[in-house]
């Protein structure tokens, strides 16, 4: 039951975009579309922002997109603001016997 | 409004059981398709998945910990708890609930609790 890779942090300034990475096996992140995004500030719950790699809950900003090659799930933050520096955790579906894998989460910091 | 809060206690004695109890409103598990899980995070390590209760009752476990942890539902009282044997030092953790949804992608998580806070010590 192996853990997704996230880089530890990335960071970007105000407007720019940045993307995080999560890199799993053909086993979860490249087996199955079920890969979502969660945002968490310090001291709060995570917050879904992305789920079925592509697919946007209600009220998520646009600026919030997922995508998915291979093995790797990417989150991209565009037009980037200073409301968005959180740490960002992804998680995929593993199958019957390994149902959610997790990464360790990015540190995003605005510059 | 879907909101889940955790409790227990802030420090465990090596050897003891671990009693977590997930509070949550907005939502009942005895809804189709509804379920409660939970997940914790060690200091600088990947969030690891636990356990999971269904609105039938199935619970499933992380392999590794099956033979240390029990999962139950009280839907009268909006509560899920989840009990861990024989805690140790690696057991320290956050300990999040959270709700998830089954569906026909696969399974989804898509509220979570604040997370508490469980040392190992003695």
């Known amino acids: 039951q192996s853990a997704l890779t996230q880089p530890a942090s990335v960071s970007g300034s105000p407007g720019q975009s940045i993307t995080i990475s999560c890199t799993g096996t053909s086993s979860d992140v490249g087996k199955y579309n079920v890969v979502s995004w969660y945002q968490q500030h310090p001291g709060k719950a995570p917050k879904l922002i992305v789920y079925?790699?592509?697919k946007r809950p209600s009220g998520v900003s646009n600026r919030f997109s997922g995508s998915k090659s291979g093995d790797t799930a990417s989150l991209t933050i565009s037009g980037l603001q200073a409301e968005d520096e959180a740490d960002y955790i992804c998680c995929s579906y593993g199958g019957s016997n390994n149902p959610l894998v997790f990464g360790a989460g990015t540190k995003v910091t605005v510059l | 409004q879907v909101t889940l809060r955790e409790s227990g206690p802030a420090l465990v004695m090596p050897t003891q059981t671990l009693t977590l109890t997930c509070s949550f409103s907005?939502?009942?598990?005895?809804?189709?398709?509804?379920?409660v899980t939970w997940i914790r995070q060690s200091p600088g390590k990947a969030l690891e998945w636990l356990a999971r209760i269904d609105w039938d009752d199935d619970k499933f476990y992380r392999t590794s910990l099956k033979t240390r942890l029990t999962i139950s539902k009280d839907t009268s009282k909006n509560q899920v708890v989840l009990t861990m044997t024989n805690v140790d030092p690696v057991d320290a953790a956050t300990y999040y609930c959270?709700?998830?949804?089954?569906?026909?992608?696969?399974?989804?998580?898509?509220?979570w609790g604040q997370g508490t806070l469980v040392s190992v010590s003695s």
């Open positions: 079925e790699v592509t």
């Open positions: 959270a709700r998830l949804l089954t569906g026909a992608e696969g399974p989804l998580i898509d509220f």
């Open positions: 907005g939502f009942s598990l005895s809804t189709s398709g509804m379920c």
